[in-house]
């Protein structure tokens, strides 16, 4: 049996609460090695493209090596900085992360969760100290917040029990969150009482248990399609997209339509349900009587 390949940590340190300490390390949660990533190519020589530095005032090729950082101050003014004063003031990774206090999780604004890890014992010494301290936050149900260093920089975390191990996930601070009122800068109109029980209706018609195996990235499965076509050298047609045109919408009836042909009640339910709120216009056994009666007169006559 083939042995699974191993992971290499992102950070390694001690886990410290209070006096407690215990090695562990850092595993990204995520991965990306499923994203198709593209090279620039010339192809008249099927070659690949080298991008240069090049000075945007001379236009002439810099070497990289001779380069420093700048910030800028206002424009084409820049304040220059050399590697040795940045590295002067660069956070030194104590390599210990540190409990600083416990939150219930209900109280993170989901706008703050960041990039997310898995967090495990770093060999068999300690591994005591982890288990009691996942082992409390999970009886407990809380999450702990702390401090750790990666990458030169220090970043907030959240941690909380997660089947053997924990979860650390990083959070944004304050400052990276915009303030909703630089978006939402218009109050709402009061909605429509019958549109809202409609619109009511169709979430319950559509509720669902959360299944990530369901969603996939229908573009990058696209692309690898296309790849695969084009390897083989069959021939790919593009076709367009029709271009829909701009209509005005009926609220009430594209809501009634959605509530008809929505997923999991029946569309008699959808009928019963707007029957039962007098919106329905269809009465077909109006019309079956309609037609019974001209068949009764048609008969008379004959007679």
């Known amino acids: ?50 991008m240069q530095t090049v000075d945007a005032g001379t236009g002439k090729p810099v070497d990289r090596a001779d380069l420093v950082r700048g910030f800028a101050v206002s424009k084409n003014k820049y304040v220059l900085l050399e590697k040795e004063e940045l590295d002067a003031v660069r956070l030194e990774s104590t390599r210990i992360l540190d409990i600083e206090e416990f939150v219930d999780a209900a109280g993170i604004d989901r706008i703050y969760w960041d990039e997310p890890y898995y967090l495990a014992p770093s060999g068999k010494t300690g591994i005591e100290a982890f288990a009691v301290i996942r082992a409390a936050m999970e009886k407990r149900k809380k999450v702990a917040l702390g401090r750790v260093v990666m990458h030169q920089r220090e970043r907030i975390c959240a941690l909380e029990p997660r089947d053997a191990g924990i ?13 909703t009122s630089e978006v939402f800068d218009r109050s709402l109109p009061r909605p429509n009482a019958q549109m809202l029980q409609i619109a009511e209706k169709i979430i319950e018609q559509q509720d669902a248990k959360f299944d990530p195996t369901r969603f996939n990235d229908r573009y990058e499965d696209a692309l690898r399609e296309l790849i695969a076509k084009k390897k083989k050298g069959q021939p790919v047609v593009s076709e367009a997209p029709e271009q829909d045109e701009e209509k005005v919408v009926d609220l009430m009836e594209a809501l009634k339509k959605s509530l ?44």
């Open 260 to 303: 008809k042909g929505g997923g999991g009640p029946s569309r008699d339910k959808a009928d019963r349900f707007l029957e039962a709120h007098g919106r329905s216009k269809a009465k077909p056994k109006a019309k079956a009587k309609t037609k019974t009666r001209r068949k009764a007169v048609s008969r008379k006559r004959a007679a």
């Open 1 to 50: 049996m083939a042995r699974k390949k191993a992971m290499r940590p992102t950070w390694e340190g001690h886990l410290r609460l209070s006096l407690v300490t215990c090695p562990v390390a850092l595993y990204t949660a995520t991965e990306r090695t499923a994203d198709i990533h593209f090279n620039m190519i010339n192809p008249k020589t099927n070659n690949r493209i080298r």
């Open 167 to 179: 979860l650390l996930t990083t959070l944004r601070t304050h400052d990276e969150i915009r303030a």
